[in-house]
C-alpha cells in the first residue's frame, strides 16, 4: 500500500503524453516477450536432452529422421561423421583377419592376434604361442579415412584395445601413445572421448572420482541429432501435426550466428578443451564457453596438431580474419561424403578468390587453367598429426597420419613441389595423393 501511494505522489509530479506510455508499455512488453520465446526455444533442446518420468530418452535416432528426410539420411550415412563410431562388424572393421595378416608382435613371444568367431571379433593376447587374454571388440572408433581404434566393454565400463588399424599402411599397428611393455587391455574411455565421436552415450552415476560407466544406450556416430538437438519430440509434434510446416522443437544450424555455428563445430575440432560441465550437456546452439575452459595455448600454426584443432588453425588464417561470415560449412557440406574432391573445394575457394583486386589466383600463368582444379595442395597441404601416429611392425618409432592443416596459407615449399610436378607433366589435379 505504502509503495502504491508513493509511486502515485510521484507520477503526479511527472507529466505524462499517454500515447507515448502506451507506445514504450508495448515495446517493453513485446521485448519481454521475445526474450521469453527465445528462453523457451532455447530450453526445447535442453529438455529433449534428459528423460521423460519413465526414463526414456528423448532422442529419435537417425533412422526416424530418415521417414521424412530420405535423402539427406542417404546421404549422411556415408560421412565420416557418421561412421566415426559404430558397433563393431565386418561391414566397418577395416583390418584383416587372414590367417598370417591378423597379428602384431611387440616382440618375438608376445603377440596380439585380431581373430573372429560366431560370437565376434576379439583381440587375443598370446605369449609363448598360448593365449593369456581375449577381449572383444564392441565398438570401432574412426572411419577408417585415416585409421581406426577399437573398444571393448567390460560391465559397465568401456576401455580401448592395444592394437589398432593404420590406414596408411594397410596394417594393425600399437595404438596411439599406447604403452609397448608391458602390453594392457585396459586403458579407460571417458565420457569425453565419447562427446566427440558419439552423439549421445548414456552416463551411470558412480562415486566421485571412481572411472566413469556408460549403459547400453548409445546412439552411434556424429548423428543427425548432434547438429539439430535430440528430436524425439519433434518427431512427436510433426506426426500429429503433419499440416504444420514449421519444424517444431528441433535446432536448425543454417540460421545459426557464425559464433554459434564455430561454437558447435568447436566441441570437438577445437583442440584440448578442458570441460566445467559434465560431458553430453552442451546442445547445438550453446555457447561453448559455457560448457569448457578457454585454451591457454598461444594461438600459433605450431603448437596446434592438424587432427582434432581445425579451427584453431583455420582461425589464425587470413581467410577467416578478413571474413565476417566463413565458418567450417563454408567449406563443408555437413551432409555429404566430399572426401578426396579437390576441384569440389578449390571451386569453394574461387567463389571467394576470383579476379577481384587482390584476391586473384597468381600462378595461372605458370600452371593455367588448372590451377582452378587445385588450391588446396599448395595452400592446405597434407601435414602429420602429432595425435595420430601408430607404432607399425617392425618400426622403431611411430608413423603419424598425414592431415590436411587448416591453416590457409601460402607455403612456398609445397608450391615449389606442385611446380615440380607440373613441369614433369605429371600432375593430375585430381589426385592430391601425389605430394605424399
Not at 574412426?142 to 566393454?153: M, N, V
Not at 589464425?316 to 565458418?327: E, V, W
Amino acid at each position: 500500500m505504502k509503495f502504491a501511494i508513493y509511486h502515485e505522489k510521484i507520477m503526479k509530479k511527472i507529466p505524462i503524453n499517454r500515447a507515448a506510455l502506451l507506445c514504450l508499455c508495448m515495446i517493453i512488453c513485446t521485448a519481454l516477450l521475445v526474450k521469453c520465446i527465445d528462453h523457451d526455444v532455447k530450453n526445447v533442446a535442453k529438455a529433449d536432452a534428459a528423460k521423460d518420468s519413465t526414463g526414456f530418452i528423448l532422442y529419435a535416432g537417425s533412422a526416424t529422421c530418415a521417414k521424412c528426410h530420405k535423402d539427406i539420411y542417404d546421404s549422411a550415412i556415408h560421412t565420416q561423421h557418421y561412421l566415426t563410431t559404430r558397433p563393431a562388424s565386418a561391414e566397418y572393421i577395416k583390418g584383416s583377419f587372414e590367417q598370417g595378416k591378423n597379428f602384431y608382435a611387440y616382440a618375438p613371444n608376445i603377440v596380439v592376434a585380431m581373430e573372429k568367431s560366431d560370437s565376434g571379433f576379439f583381440e587375443v593376447g598370446y605369449f609363448n604361442g598360448i593365449a593369456g587374454i581375449s577381449k572383444r571388440i564392441d565398438i570401432v572408433v574412426g572411419s577408417g579415412a585415416k585409421g581406426q581404434t577399437y573398444i571393448t566393454r567390460y560391465k559397465n565400463k568401456l576401455y580401448q584395445l592395444p592394437v589398432s588399424y593404420f590406414t596408411a599402411a594397410n596394417d594393425w599397428a600399437n595404438s596411439p601413445e599406447y604403452p609397448t611393455h608391458p602390453v594392457i587391455f585396459n586403458r579407460p574411455i571417458t565420457s569425453r572421448c565419447l562427446e566427440c565421436h558419439t552423439t549421445f552415450v548414456e552416463k551411470i552415476p558412480t562415486p566421485d572420482h571412481s572411472q566413469e560407466e556408460f549403459s547400453q544406450n548409445i546412439i552411434y556416430g556424429i548423428d543427425c541429432e548432434k547438429c539439430h538437438g535430440p528430436g524425439a519430440k519433434h518427431v512427436a509434434y510433426q506426426t500429429q501435426n503433419p499440416k504444420d510446416a514449421i519444424a517444431r522443437y528441433i535446432v536448425n544450424p543454417a540460421k545459426f550466428s557464425r559464433q554459434q555455428s564455430l561454437d558447435l563445430c568447436g566441441l570437438c575440432h577445437g583442440g584440448k578443451l578442458d570441460k566445467t560441465k559434465p560431458s553430453f550437456t552442451f546442445i547445438s546452439g550453446d555457447k561453448l564457453s559455457d560448457y569448457f575452459q578457454k585454451s591457454t595455448l598461444r594461438v600459433d600454426s605450431a603448437d596446434i596438431d592438424v587432427h582434432g584443432n581445425q579451427l584453431g588453425l583455420l582461425s589464425i588464417s587470413k581467410c577467416f580474419k578478413n571474413s565476417s561470415t566463413m565458418t567450417c560449412i563454408t567449406c563443408h557440406s555437413p551432409h555429404d561424403n566430399e572426401r578426396g574432391k579437390i576441384e569440389l573445394f578449390s571451386q569453394r575457394c574461387i567463389s571467394c578468390h576470383g579476379n577481384q583486386k587482390n584476391h586473384s589466383y597468381k600462378m595461372t600463368a605458370e600452371i593455367g587453367s588448372s590451377i582452378k582444379e587445385n588450391c588446396i595442395d599448395c595452400h592446405m597441404p597434407l601435414r602429420p598429426s602429432k595425435t595420430i601416429t601408430e607404432l607399425l611392425p617392425g618400426k622403431t618409432r611411430p608413423t603419424a597420419a598425414l592431415i590436411r592443416s587448416h591453416h590457409i596459407a601460402i607455403y612456398p615449399e609445397d608450391t615449389k613441389k606442385i611446380l615440380a610436378i607440373f613441369k614433369l607433366n605429371k600432375y593430375d589435379g585430381h589426385k592430391h595423393e601425389a605430394l605424399k
